[in-house]
């Protein structure tokens, strides 16, 4: 049986982990939906923010994958005559990009089809690109790019792939209210393969380990978590995340040398995502108070991991305090957050070890009712079929 044929583009791909959420979602993507579909990923050799390549790329040819085949491309590959002699040698039913403004994954790739005769289906996942704080970031570059996309109709006929009904409205309001988008919540993780967890030690009254773990960079918010922290006493805070934005994390540090607190703050570097939910599973609480989260993986894999979240209103986990797992808070309400971090504190074991029974029991029931899998299988193949 010759199934559906995917060809995949993304700036970030397996078995990279620095990339975010952004990298999870699209591997979990190809491992999840590999039995129904015929994957060619075309990506980057290397991990964000570092040069050496994958031990297992194979230079100039395609890597099997978990069901699929990768093609990771050198720096010096990173040209349109490459990726269009990639396109057109590689048999595909749809093209999906994961970005909507990267250069060489999505500009490339869509010029290239646009110059194309025949024009294969094209969805386009944007990955929280669209949301307008996330537009701030380099904004003349990126407005000037989605101004001149759509006047060219560069993704002409395509197919928005959103994760929520939030990330709907910001494609209508950042691209056009014309767009065609499709909602389909993002694939969690296949399997676990997670390791062991991390050893726990009895919670005390308090006291809190609170744990921060995501890229570093201004949309996560790290400063205010650092500052959250230095203002409650009875609580520590582990960073864990690569560094995407060198300043960011300079001015970070800085915010630790001068809160007179230094000693309760560690950094612990980066966490492979196959030991995402160990680490998580050593901590009383995730502090991650995120400027924009299109889904928020590492909030899903923390409350799965039994350890409660302290986050902003700005994801799509909500309504979290009466659930008893958590809280979500608006950014500007520092007192929220300072509160719960208190009543966090002061609770002993068997107190937070019943939050951590609801995380967890919250997270299963949530994977168990996931509609992921169905609608993007639904998605490709309406692609396909043109409906």
Same mark, same amino acid.
């Given at each position: ?6 060809? !995949? =583009?993304?700036? #970030? /791909? ?14 979990? !993507? ?14 980057? +050799? @290397? ?14 040819? #395609?890597?099997? /994958? ?17 990726? &269009? ?6 048999? @595909? ?13 999505? /500009? =490339?790739? &869509?010029?290239?089809?646009? =110059? &194309? ?9 944007? @990955? ?15 407005? =000037? ?26 494609? /209508? ?6 767009? !065609? ?24 009254? *308090? ?13 996560? +918010? ?26 960011? #994390?300079? &001015? ?32 009383? !609480? ?6 924009? %989260? ?6 899903? %894999? ?14 799509? #986990? ?5 659930? *008893? ?10 007192? $929220? ?14 107190? @937070? ?29 309406? $692609?396909?079929?043109?409906?």
């Amino acid at each position: 049986m010759t199934l559906p044929r995917i060809l !995949l =583009l993304s700036d #970030w /791909f397996a078995p990279g982990y620095k990339g975010g959420g952004s990298q999870a979602a699209v591997t979990n !993507l190809v491992m999840g939906l590999s039995n129904e579909f015929e994957f060619s990923v075309i990506t980057r +050799n @290397h991990d964000l923010g570092g040069k050496a390549p994958y031990s297992l790329a194979k230079e100039g040819d #395609w890597t099997p /994958f978990d069901g699929a085949r990768v093609r990771y491309l050198s720096p010096k590959e990173e040209n349109y005559r490459t990726i &269009a002699s990639l396109i057109a040698s590689t048999p @595909h039913d749809v093209m999906h990009l994961n970005s909507a403004i990267s250069r060489t994954f999505s /500009f =490339l790739p &869509a010029l290239t089809r646009r =110059l &194309a005769s025949q024009k294969r289906p094209l969805i386009i996942s944007p @990955h929280g690109e669209m949301a307008p704080k996330a537009l701030e970031k380099k904004k003349i570059r990126k407005l =000037l790019y989605l101004t001149a996309a759509r006047r060219t109709d560069l993704l002409q006929g395509a197919i928005w792939h959103a994760a929520s009904a939030e990330e709907k409205a910001d494609i /209508f309001q950042s691209w056009s209210s014309q767009a !065609l988008v499709r909602i389909a919540p993002l694939q969690l993780p296949t399997g676990s393969d997670a390791g062991d967890p991390h050893t726990r030690a009895p919670k005390t009254s *308090g006291t809190l380990r609170a744990v921060f773990l995501s890229r570093i960079d201004q949309m996560k +918010n790290l400063d205010l978590a650092i500052q959250l922290v230095a203002d409650t006493p009875g609580i520590t805070l582990d960073i864990y995340g690569p560094v995407s934005q060198p300043s960011y #994390w300079a &001015a970070c540090q800085a915010l630790i040398a001068s809160s007179g607190r230094a000693n309760i703050f560690r950094y612990c570097g980066g966490v492979e995502q196959r030991q995402v939910s160990a680490v998580l599973s050593g901590y009383d !609480l995730l502090l991650q108070p995120s400027q924009n %989260e299109n889904f928020g993986y590492t909030i899903f %894999e923390s409350l799965a991991a039994g350890c409660p979240v302290l986050i902003s209103n700005r994801t799509p #986990w909500r309504g979290l305090e009466a659930l *008893g797992i958590g809280m979500d808070a608006p950014l500007k309400d520092g007192g $929220a957050f300072k509160a719960y971090l208190s009543f966090m504190r002061d609770l002993d074991d068997m107190a @937070h070890g019943a939050f951590r029974e609801r995380a967890r029991s919250f997270a299963d029931a949530y994977a168990q009712r996931s509609t992921a899998r169905t609608a993007m299988k639904s998605l490709y193949q309406d $692609a396909i079929s043109g409906g």
